[in-house]
Structures are given as C-alpha cells and as structure tokens.
C-alpha cells in the first residue's frame, strides 16, 4: 500500500468513528435515545465553543507587563518632564488596559511593515522614532508580549485577506496623560492630546520623500523586503505609491476649502471625526454616475472634456469600487502644475465637504451607559447602537471599505433595509465588529479616575514623588451647594463604580446654550451625494428617507454603517462569518440595558420637515473625573475649570474684569492643580485662538450669570471666592 492511500484509508476510518457510524446508529434509536443524543451533541458543542473562547481570552489578555507599556522618553518636544509613570485606580488591571491598547478593529492605515521602517521626511530618522512621535503627542510605548514592535499606543496590528497592516484602535484617541512634578498619569478613557490632522499630513510627505529620493527608496525596500510580507521589488513600489497617494488624498480631501471659510486648525487634543467619517462615507458611495455628475458641475466644458478622456477607461473597465483613489493617478488630476491642483481642488469641493469643527476626544467611562452619545447626541445607545456607533469610527480611521454595486439580493442587504430589488450593494469592509463589540463590552468595567490628593489612597504612586494637593474639603463643600444649584441640572452626579449607574444625556439648543455652533451645523447641513445608495431608504428617526440624487451626510453615514454591520466579515469562512454576526449581534442586544427613549432637556424635537433638528444641540453628562479632561467646552476652547466659570468678554465690559482668555496655548501635558487644567501658556505648543469660527469659547456661561437653566431661570453670577469653592468640588466628582 502507498503512502498516500493508507493516509486516505486512516482519514476515512477517522470520519467513519467520528461521523459516519453515530449517523447511522442514531437513525435507528427511538426518540427518547435521539433527544438524549441530540442535548448531549449540544452540550458537547456549547463546552467546545467555551473553551476555545477561554483558551482565545487566555491568549488575548496574557499581557500583564505591569508598567502597561508605558515608556518614559527624557527628551519632550515641548519641554514636559516625566521621570516616572503611574497609572490610577479606574477598575482595570494592566491585562485590560493592554488589550484595550492593542486589540484591532480593522483599521488599515498602511502595511505594517512600511510603518516600521518609514524614515522622516529629509531624514534618516524612522518616523516612529519616540521623540517624532511625541511631537503629535502621541504615547510611546515600549515591546511588550501583545505589542512586539513596541508601537505608539492605540496603534496595532491587522491582517485583512492575509496582508498585514498598521492602523488605529480607540485607545489613541481615548488615552491621555497628564504631568506633574515628574509624574505622568496615564488615564485610561481620557481625552487624547493627539494632533492627528499633523500626522497624517508628515506621514503622506514622508512616504513620498521616500518614492523621489533614490538613496531612501533604497533603502526602505531593502528593509521591507526583510520582513517576507512582499515578494519582490516592484510590489513593494507598487504599494509605497498607492498608499502615499491614499493619505495624501485623505489629507486634501480635508484640508481648507476657500477664503471665506477657511478650514479651523486644529491643533491639540482635537479632531473633527465626524467630518472625516462623512467624507470617507462619500469617497465609497462615488460610482461613475456620481463621478460624471460631479465633474459637469465642478469644471468648465474644456475642463471636462480633459478630464472624461483620461477617466473614461477607468469608467469603462469592469471595477467601479474605489473610483476616487482610482481617478487621482490620472495627469490632469494629478499634476504638479497649477492648473492640476486646482482641477483636483474643484472636482474635491462638489465632493466632499470641509472636515472643520473639531471637537475635544470625547471621555470613554461611563459611555456604554450613556442614552445617546457624541457632542450633540447623534447617535442612540439602545439596542445594537454601539455596534453601529463603533463601526462608523472604524470607517473614519481607515477601515478597508470594499464596497461595490452588485445584481439580486442578499441576506446582508435585506438585513441593511435595501430591500428586495435586483440590485443591492455589497459593504464587504476590513471593519472587525467582533472587536467592536468586545470593545464596548471592555469599557462597562472602565471607571473615572479620582483625584489623586492623598497618599494612603494611592499604593502604586511613585515613591518619594509628590501628590497632587489635598482637596479643601470646607472649600468643596460649599462649592457642592452651588453645583446643586448651577450645575446638576445638566450635569447629574453619579456613582463612579455602580454597576446600575446610568447617564442621559441633558440636551440644550444652541439657541440656550449659545457655544460655537459649527460641529452641530455641519451635523445638520452637511450633503453629499448618494451614489451607490441612491434610491435606498435611509432610517431618519421619524421615519424613511428616501436618498435622492444628493442627501444628508448624517443619513448616509447611517445607512453605510447599518449595511457594515449586517455583512459579516468577507474573510471568513460562510458559517464561521455568520455564527460570529449573530452572536454578536444577539448579545449585543440582549445585553444592553439601555433602552430606546426619547432625548431630555430643552431643545427643538425632530420633525418629518426637520429630521435632523434635535441635532442642533449640545448635550451635559454626568462630570466624574472632569478634572482630568482638560481643555474644556465641546470644542476646547476653555483652558481650565477656573476659566471656564469666567464669562466671555463682551463689548463694552471693562477692561479690568476677570474672563475667559481669547488666546492660550495647547500642547502640554503638564498639570494646573490650581486652576484645573494643562499649562496655557509661557510655551512654544499650538495657538488656540478663539476669534476664528469653529473656536469660539462663549456660552455655557451659566456661572457668570449670562446662560438660563433648562427652567429658564438665569441664576446671579458667582463671585470669585464662589468660583474656588465650585473648583474645588469640581475635583471630587
């Protein structure tokens, strides 16, 4: 006998122990036998299915290097000083907060082995270099097991259809530290410092240094070459230019727009998300209708018929997925010429629209607890809401988006709400709901840090460092009357570690509240074009829209993420992709305790003629842990606690009162125990300027005596011994 017919004879007896004889046997029992057989095949199965997710966690959760990865570097660009880093009590121990760190959600940036041998721009220095990093006040982090690269915090590793990339997880924008006397506090869930918009604009440059200079091309393949992931020479070019030309499209596509409504910079600790995410949706919802449309409206005849030449091939071909990274490759669109960017600016303008209210990184605990969430309470909580919400984050930060037009029906589409026609969309994406929802999961044990003022509460602080100073306690307990009195009727007080704790969301119009309004009016005003969906119907909370040639970007963002999460992941397996999809969307939903319900506070309802009006308000959370969270309001224009219960200078007010100040500095991470926030000023960090529209640091000036309560009562202001004493409760939430 051959060797390959005794292993195909062993593999049959094999089946026939296995498969085949309990089969047979079982179609002769009678049914009480069969019932036992079929509980035990259950039990047997439900015990499999645990202890590979045991065994899975075990492996996901086996890094406990006990400093978290947290890496001193002694050479800040900004000048702080950290000598030692610590961690606060939150309900998380160092295993947690690495797979918090670590965990992928299918966020693509760019192959991994690129970000790790990318050099800077004119330098030979790696663009990941700790020093580099910190410049975007990104958080260094040693190797650790989950992390072998020793990668900035929140970003990791994903494979997507076996390639290997470098993207985002939440933890790089959902991390902070903050400074004092030589003592970095990581807080896990804070507001990052993060400069993304930066990043991305030098990572583009970086890449395409690297393409047009020989000596660092050289370089960079022979290092990438080394890792096995690409084959040859060419494959490697081929992906090094995709991928520039990716950011660098991703980086224009958001960038300023005219004179008369310049793009805000955003500086520090902020990012306009949700513009990004609108604009990511548009790119993927382009098909050659769409094109062609926006190309009438956006050039003039001769432009046009420049331009259609060179893109008609690619119209014509078989693909019409990705069409805008497609068509940016074309010499009229892609020239370094005058009139090639200002083609290129035009056909951007009709596309997309201005990514410019960026807003603080919203603060992680207490968020699967929450009603509705995001600054205006854009998306509901209840049901499988934080799947979706999750997923739309992914999308923003570079999820893989391999959606096509296709003909006949799915389960996906039906699933999505495209009904039943002979066309539907596939939304294959890199987007790992699996994580997602673990994720989620994850942040229900995260709690707020509490002030760290007394040393016998804190064992892990370093030895022989300082505390931050104790807190007044007759000064804070003032200071909680007046929070009864000004503040709780927005800003509820919770108990940090309940299990039953709960967060609605308080929402006041912007009439009320009167704080910069451009984050909600873009939430409002916002269109683009339907593309792929065009005809679809869209869940506008009062009910169906119909998705027309153009339609809300809130709308199509809701329909992409709908359809992403009803289409399981396109590589797995069939039975693998759908098992996973609805585990976790049954879980997700049975184990959500938040309810569907109706928004409170005082602001204009949603309308079948106004759907999205609800939207143009800014909603109060509950303030634990609001001492580490600076700077302050929705779009960080307040540097500190103090400063934000000053009121806004308004013409004709004296000159030698007390307000909030138009111009501070952002960057640094040292802390201000005094006033309550981060070093605003005697530095070189970024210029928050709050003339600019976008900026605005007025309203929410309920302290000052300017802004009415949700009764519309308008309370006396505070004087500045009142002012201390709510600064100083401030710190005990």
């Known amino acids: 006998m051959g060797f390959k017919t005794a292993v195909i004879s062993f593999a049959n007896k094999l089946l026939a122990v296995l498969f085949y004889q309990p089969i047979r046997n079982f179609k002769t029992r009678n049914f009480i036998e069969k019932t036992i057989a079929v509980m035990f095949a259950f039990i047997l199965l439900v015990i499999v299915w645990a202890t590979i997710g045991a065994i899975s966690r075990a492996w996901e959760f086996r890094d406990k290097d006990p400093a978290r990865g947290a890496l001193v570097v002694s050479k800040d660009p900004l000048g702080d000083q950290v000598d030692e880093i610590t961690y606060l009590d939150q309900g998380w121990q160092p295993a947690d907060s690495l797979w918090f760190y670590n965990v992928s959600q299918g966020s693509n940036l760019i192959p991994y082995d690129f970000f790790l041998v990318l050099e800077q721009k004119e330098s030979r220095e790696l663009f990941r270099q700790n020093q580099n990093i910190l410049r975007y006040r990104y958080l260094p982090q040693k190797p650790t097991a989950t992390n072998p690269d020793g990668l900035p915090l929140g970003m990791a590793l994903d494979t997507y259809k076996g390639k290997r990339y470098m993207g985002y997880t939440c933890a790089a924008c959902h991390t902070t530290q903050i400074n004092y006397q030589g003592v970095g506090m990581r807080i896990d869930g804070g507001p990052a410092m993060a400069d993304m918009e930066n990043f991305m604009v030098d990572l583009a440059a970086a890449m395409e240094d690297t393409l047009e200079n020989q000596a660092k091309l050289d370089r960079f393949v022979d290092a990438v070459t080394e890792f096995g992931d690409y084959s040859d020479?060419?494959?490697?070019?081929?992906?090094?230019?995709?991928?520039?030309?990716?950011?660098?499209?991703?980086?224009?596509?958001?960038?300023?727009?005219?004179?008369?409504?310049?793009?805000?910079?955003?500086?520090?600790?902020?990012?306009?998300?949700?513009?990004?995410?609108?604009?990511?949706?548009?790119?993927?919802?382009?098909?050659?209708?769409?094109?062609?449309?926006?190309?009438?409206?956006?050039?003039?005849p001769a432009e046009y018929a420049m331009v259609f030449a060179e893109v008609e091939p690619i119209l014509n071909g078989d693909e019409h997925d990705h069409l805008i990274e497609r068509i940016r490759s074309v010499p009229s669109l892609s020239g370094d010429d005058q009139p090639s960017l200002k083609r290129l600016v035009k056909l951007r303008d009709e596309i997309f629209n201005p990514a410019d209210a960026p807003v603080s990184y919203p603060f992680l605990w207490d968020i699967p607890q929450h009603d509705y969430v995001q600054w205006n309470g854009v998306v509901g909580n209840a049901g499988i809401g934080p799947?979706?919400?999750?997923?739309?984050?992914?999308?923003?930060?570079?999820?893989?988006?391999?959606?096509?037009?296709?003909?006949?029906?799915?389960?996906?589409?039906?699933?999505?709400?495209?009904?039943?026609?002979?066309?539907?969309?596939?939304?294959?994406?890199?987007?790992?709901?699996?994580?997602?929802?673990?994720?989620?999961?994850?942040?229900?044990?995260?709690?707020?840090?509490?002030?760290?003022?007394?040393?016998?509460?804190?064992?892990?602080?370093?030895?022989?460092?300082?505390?931050?100073?104790?807190?007044?306690?007759?000064?804070?307990?003032?200071?909680?009357?007046?929070?009864?009195?000004?503040?709780?009727?927005?800003?509820?007080?919770?108990?940090?570690?309940?299990?039953?704790?709960?967060?609605?969301?308080?929402?006041?119009?912007?009439?009320?509240?009167?704080?910069?309004?451009?984050?909600?009016?873009?939430?409002?005003?916002?269109?683009?074009?339907?593309?792929?969906?065009?005809?679809?119907?869209?869940?506008?909370?009062?009910?169906?829209?119909?998705?027309?040639?153009?339609?809300?970007?809130?709308?199509?963002?809701?329909?992409?993420?709908?359809?992403?999460?009803?289409?399981?992941?396109?590589?797995?397996?069939?039975?693998?992709?759908?098992?996973?999809?609805?585990?976790?969307?049954?879980?997700?939903?049975?184990?959500?305790?938040?309810?569907?319900?109706?928004?409170?506070?005082?602001?204009?309802?949603?309308?079948?003629?106004?759907?999205?009006?609800?939207?143009?308000?800014?909603?109060?959370?509950?303030?634990?842990?609001?001492?580490?969270?600076?700077?302050?309001?929705?779009?960080?224009?307040?540097?500190?606690?103090?400063?934000?219960?000053?009121?806004?200078?308004?013409?004709?007010?004296?000159?030698?009162?007390?307000?909030?100040?138009?111009?501070?500095?952002?960057?640094?991470?040292?802390?201000?125990?005094?006033?309550?926030?981060?070093?605003?000023?005697?530095?070189?960090?970024?210029?928050?300027?709050?003339?600019?529209?976008?900026?605005?640091?007025?309203?929410?000036?309920?302290?000052?005596?300017?802004?009415?309560?949700?009764?519309?009562?308008?309370?006396?202001?505070?004087?500045?011994?009142?002012?201390?004493?709510?600064?100083?409760?401030?710190?005990?939430?």
């Open 233 to 300: 020479r060419e494959e490697i070019l081929a992906d090094l230019q995709k991928f520039a030309l990716r950011v660098e499209s991703y980086t224009i596509i958001n960038n300023p727009r005219t004179a008369t409504r310049p793009l805000t910079t955003y500086g520090y600790a902020r990012l306009d998300a949700f513009g990004r995410i609108y604009n990511r949706v548009l790119e993927h919802l382009v098909n050659p209708e769409t094109l062609l449309d926006a190309m009438s409206r956006a050039f003039t």
């Open 387 to 733: 799947i979706g919400r999750n997923a739309g984050q992914v999308i923003g930060v570079f999820g893989t988006l391999d959606w096509q037009q296709k003909k006949g029906v799915t389960l996906s589409s039906i699933l999505g709400g495209q009904g039943f026609d002979n066309r539907h969309i596939e939304f294959d994406s890199s987007v790992n709901i699996r994580n997602v929802r673990r994720v989620e999961n994850q942040l229900r044990d995260l709690y707020s840090p509490q002030w760290p003022g007394e040393l016998e509460n804190l064992p892990d602080w370093p030895e022989g460092k300082p505390v931050l100073p104790a807190i007044d306690q007759v000064k804070a307990d003032k200071g909680k009357v007046l929070f009864r009195g000004y503040c709780e009727g927005c800003h509820e007080n919770i108990n940090r570690t309940s299990p039953d704790r709960r967060v609605v969301a308080r929402m006041t119009s912007l009439k009320t509240m009167k704080t910069d309004a451009k984050m909600a009016e873009n939430s409002v005003d916002w269109n683009g074009y339907s593309g792929i969906v065009k005809g679809k119907y869209a869940d506008a909370g009062v009910g169906k829209m119909l998705l027309e040639r153009k339609a809300p970007a809130a709308s199509l963002l809701t329909i992409a993420t709908t359809n992403v999460v009803t289409t399981p992941d396109p590589d797995k397996i069939f039975i693998q992709r759908w098992a996973e999809r609805v585990f976790d969307f049954a879980i997700t939903f049975f184990d959500n305790e938040v309810k569907a319900s109706i928004k409170e506070g005082n602001y204009d309802p949603d309308s079948t003629v106004k759907p999205l009006q609800s939207l143009l308000s800014y909603k109060g959370r509950s303030l634990n842990g609001i001492w580490a969270t600076a700077p302050y309001l929705h779009n960080g224009s307040v540097p500190s606690l103090y400063h934000l219960l000053l009121p806004k200078k308004r013409p004709g007010d004296p000159d030698d009162g007390l307000y909030r100040p138009d111009e501070f500095i952002v960057g640094s991470r040292e802390f201000d125990p005094e006033y309550v926030g981060l070093k605003w000023q005697g530095y070189d960090g970024f210029l928050f300027r709050t003339d600019i529209y976008g900026n605005g640091n007025g309203g929410h000036e309920y302290a000052s005596g300017h802004s009415p309560q949700l009764n519309g009562e308008v309370l006396p202001a505070l004087n500045d011994d009142q002012r201390w004493q709510l600064v100083e409760y401030l710190k005990t939430l």
